[in-house]
């Protein structure tokens, strides 16, 4: 699916102002220009984070087809270039992502091309904790075992903001949608927001074994009032009868959700109708985290890589789709991230090692469209590996303030210019 | 009796309770002392109780005699097992077990408070023996003499894996320990200057772990003369636990975490209150089973700024309606449920632990409280009461609930520390004896368990 010449053009022209607006903000403009966004949208912009776990290899996923170095690095994996869904006359997506070539047509997916940090560090464990703390040293108070999330602490900030102490409010502030192991993952850990990490829409129910009678009774017991000095009591009864009260509204949403979007039958796209499904029903979750298990393809690439692609590409299409026709499309931003990228040689097993700089894509209706930084120097190598074009917490910076309303030094611990990385 | 803490008199508050016109010795205070220094009497513990008054009550159960042969028999056997599976998420199961089964039940809370306390995840420390290690000591020094647990702990392979401390080396000593040490362990934040840490940190050098066991690397050990909260010489890492408690910081960060954990959550205790605490600390060896024991025995803990003025933590919860109850269940199931309600037993979430009151509510942990309940009372491995085929309806009939409002009282009694009101009542009452309803009594029964559990004053310890 080629994009038509003017498309084309318009995502070169947006290359370069891209290249433009990578400078730091003015704290007044950006937060004015979050809040006004919010405002018009009909709701608080929301964040869907996806973790490609095992380090996804960007350069078959945005992928230098013309190039030589490419072609030769890749004898068996090259992926070919009539093949390769085109963006420009350097680059293009791989194959099996349709539904990212179609978002790239409507304007609603931004690429952030070769991201990285310096001293790339190429243990996933390592790396992982660099991405999700959203630190690169791991400076004094951020060791292991006390350490704190960028998205926790950007929670922490906006419960700050809102004037209530973090664990004074009910309402989730962010949402940990898990694909199994269950434990809440370092990015969204703050000092005092608590969130919830759920497999499924059945935390959200009050079970009751199907008797209305029970439910009733506790709905109704809930309900009485309480002596309002009392006030431990009262921030509980609060938070119970909200509890409830969003526990009724996502079941019914869910009840009624109709769509006519078809997501794809896999883990992914559940979970973000799931997600589509709660956004819709008014949960207040300002972050939704999920994660994409797979991509460490040290053997036999090819056909894993395809449908981890296949699916992330067709999961978060669909998801935009769903939520613009609901009408929440302007007020959503998908990001992903790997921990690193693969080398760029391929191995001796019809597989890829461990490397540094790959691509990030951003999804949704206000997106900054087209390819958002430059591509790696296939030349200039970091013994064997991409060099970054853009740090990752640029990205990190654009979203905490252009997206999130939050101030990025005090939550990424320096200044980073911040990536623009949406439409004002 | 004032709500506000700032004008309670401390000579008071820390006095023996003694029973009285405006305070007498009830079912309720009783119910209320398991609670906190246990997880939660049955009826027959309350009866008992209270037959004994306060004196005997609370002597019972902060010094209750060791432990009996058969109990921790069984307790190792478990332990083994789990240990030999290897299996670390097993482990909550058999402490679970044990909370349940203890003639003991303060043991266990002051071991589930020194857990939290000295926070050590399994997630990194990812042996079962080790953990196991780990919990057994404080276990072991759990009423003792907190400079002993403290040694202990800065010698527990656990600890100085998960703290990274592995090594630590004469050249360039290793501060993770020694910070820890200093600002979760024993002073906190503002008592100590970075030198200080360094010091420390120089003061534990040599202090190792190699294949999983405590070392003392001589070779790596700093004799030089270190400098520690102003004073000089050759200090090893005994000798610099012994400085830290001597500094009155010290008591009084300790006592301040034990009134928290046993009285109340909020608002932070005055000055004013903890230094009786504080002063008997220092002044008989960091002694924590005496002031537990004073602690457990106080006006301030019997008063009305005590009783269901915490939130009820995951485990609270869990092994509080069991032990209740006469119940017990799929312990491994129940391990998983209080993890998803945020406390999962051996995995504190960092080296801070778990921070609790208010930390434990919101709504996808109030739902889930509820839900949790309401599968424990519905899973299959659920039994109640003393013999294989007791039910829920013949505890009912054993303690005289024959009526639907004598039923509402009887399990709000057990299960709840505060009035609910009114009208809540009333539902319950409702619920637990529609005349239509064909439902058996046992099931009926258990529908109120499940209703009393999303009140908002179950929460409430």
């Not at chain 1, 973790?51 to 170095?69: C, E, K, M, R, W």
């Not at chain 1, 461990?354 to 999804?363: I, R, S, V, Y």
């Not at chain 2, 309600?341 to 109030?366: D, M």
């Not at chain 2, 539902?427 to 499940?450: F, P």
Request: net charge neutral; hydrophobic share 40%.
């Amino acid at each position: 699916m080629h994009p038509n010449p003017s498309r084309r053009a318009f995502l070169r022209g947006s290359l370069s102002s891209a290249a433009l607006v990578a400078l730091g903000p003015t704290v007044p403009q950006f937060l004015l220009a979050a809040s006004a966004r919010a405002a018009e949208a009909g709701g608080e912009s929301v964040l869907v984070v996806i973790q490609l776990s095992g380090g996804n290899d960007g350069l078959n996923t945005v992928i230098p087809y013309a190039h030589d170095v490419y072609r030769r690095s890749r004898p068996l994996l090259g992926i070919p270039a009539a093949k390769v869904r085109k963006i420009d006359d350097f680059v293009g997506l791989h194959p099996s992502m349709e539904g990212f070539s179609k978002l790239l047509e409507d304007g609603h997916l931004g690429i952030v091309q070769g991201v990285g940090y310096p001293k790339p560090n190429r243990s996933h464990f390592s790396s992982m904790d660099i991405w999700q703390s959203g630190r690169r040293q791991i400076a004094e108070e951020q060791v292991s075992y006390r350490a704190t999330g960028w998205l926790g602490r950007c929670l922490d900030t906006q419960a700050a903001n809102q004037g209530v102490a973090a664990h004074a409010g009910h309402d989730v502030p962010g949402l940990h949608l898990g694909s199994g192991s269950g434990r809440l993952p370092l990015a969204l850990i703050g000092q005092n927001v608590r969130v919830p990490s759920v497999q499924s829409l059945d935390a959200f129910k009050l079970e009751d074994g199907g008797d209305s009678r029970l439910r009733r009774a506790i709905q109704k017991a809930v309900e009485a009032p309480r002596d309002p000095n009392d006030e431990l009591t009262a921030f509980i009864c609060r938070g119970t009868r909200s509890a409830l009260e969003s526990s009724r509204q996502v079941q019914e949403a869910v009840r009624r959700y109709q769509t006519d979007v078809k997501y794809p039958d896999t883990g992914l796209a559940r979970r973000l109708k799931t997600v589509a499904q709660l956004i819709d029903a008014g949960l207040g979750a300002r972050v939704y985290y999920l994660d994409l298990d797979g991509f460490d393809t040290h053997a036999n690439q090819a056909a894993a890589h395809a449908e981890l692609l296949a699916e992330l590409s067709g999961g978060v299409a669909s998801f935009v789709n769903d939520l613009t026709r609901h009408g929440h499309g302007k007020r959503v931003l998908v990001m992903t991230f790997s921990e690193f990228g693969r080398r760029v040689r391929e191995n001796a097993s019809q597989g890829t090692d461990h490397g540094a700089a790959a691509p990030m894509f951003l999804a949704g209706g206000r997106v900054r469209p087209g390819l958002l930084s430059k591509h790696p120097s296939m030349t200039d190598l970091d013994e064997g590996d991409l060099r970054l074009t853009t740090d990752f917490r640029s990205v990190y910076a654009g979203v905490l303030e252009y997206w999130l309303g939050v101030p990025s030094e005090p939550v990424l611990g320096e200044k980073f210019n911040s990536l623009n990385v949406v439409l004002s | 009796m004032t709500k506000d803490l700032s004008q309670v008199d401390p000579n008071w508050a820390w006095t023996a309770y003694e029973p009285s016109v405006d305070r007498p010795w009830s079912r309720r205070l009783a119910a209320h002392h398991y609670r906190r220094a246990g997880f939660a009497a049955n009826l027959a513990e309350l009866e008992q109780s209270v037959a004994r008054g306060p004196v005997d009550a609370v002597e019972q159960l902060c010094n209750p005699g060791p432990l009996p042969a058969q109990f921790q028999a069984t307790s190792a056997m478990l332990a083994q097992r789990t240990v030999a599976a290897g299996n670390v998420q097993q482990l909550a199961a058999w402490w679970l077990y044990r909370m349940l089964n203890t003639p003991d039940p303060l043991l266990e809370k002051l071991t589930l408070f020194w857990h939290g306390h000295f926070a050590t995840s399994a997630v990194k420390v990812d042996k079962a023996q080790m953990m196991l290690d780990q919990n057994e000591m404080l276990r072991q020094h759990a009423r003792g003499k907190f400079q002993d647990v403290v040694r202990a702990v800065s010698r527990d392979p656990a600890m100085l894996i998960y703290l990274d401390s592995t090594t630590n080396r004469r050249i360039h000593p290793n501060e993770n320990y020694a910070r820890e040490l200093m600002e979760l362990f024993t002073l906190g934040v503002g008592n100590y200057t970075e030198k200080d840490v360094k010091e420390v940190a120089r003061a534990f050098t040599g202090w190792e772990v190699l294949a999983d066991e405590f070392v003392f690397n001589n070779v790596q050990h700093d004799t030089g003369v270190k400098s520690i909260l102003g004073r000089s010489g050759n200090f090893d890492g005994d000798d610099a636990v012994r400085i830290l408690l001597d500094h009155p910081a010290a008591s009084r960060f300790i006592a301040r975490k034990l009134i928290r954990f046993f009285i109340f959550d909020e608002p932070t205790a005055p000055d004013s209150l903890v230094e009786p605490i504080a002063r008997d600390l220092s002044e008989h060896e960091f002694g924590i089973g005496r002031v537990v024991r004073r602690v457990l025995g106080s006006n301030l803990f019997f008063s009305d700024h005590a009783i269901g003025r915490k939130v009820r933590s995951p485990v609270e919860l869990g092994v509080g309606l069991l032990r209740a109850l006469g119940g017990t269940t799929n312990l491994v199931k129940l391990a998983q449920g209080l993890g998803e309600l945020g406390q999962s037993l051996f995995h504190p979430p960092n080296v801070k632990g778990w921070e609790g009151g208010r930390t434990w509510i919101n709504s996808s942990t109030l739902l889930g409280r509820a839900n949790l309940v309401g599968q424990l009372l519905l899973a299959p491995e659920t039994r109640y009461g003393t013999s294989a085929d007791d039910t829920l309806e013949a505890m009912a009939d054993r303690a005289g609930a024959t009526t639907p409002l004598k039923t509402v009282d009887w399990l709000l009694e057990l299960l709840v520390a505060v009035p609910v009101p009114p009208a809540a009542r009333e539902v319950l009452v409702k619920l637990a004896g529609d005349q239509n309803d064909n439902t058996d009594r046992s099931r009926r029964i258990a529908d109120v368990i499940h209703a009393v559990s999303a009140l908002p004053e179950f929460q409430l310890a």
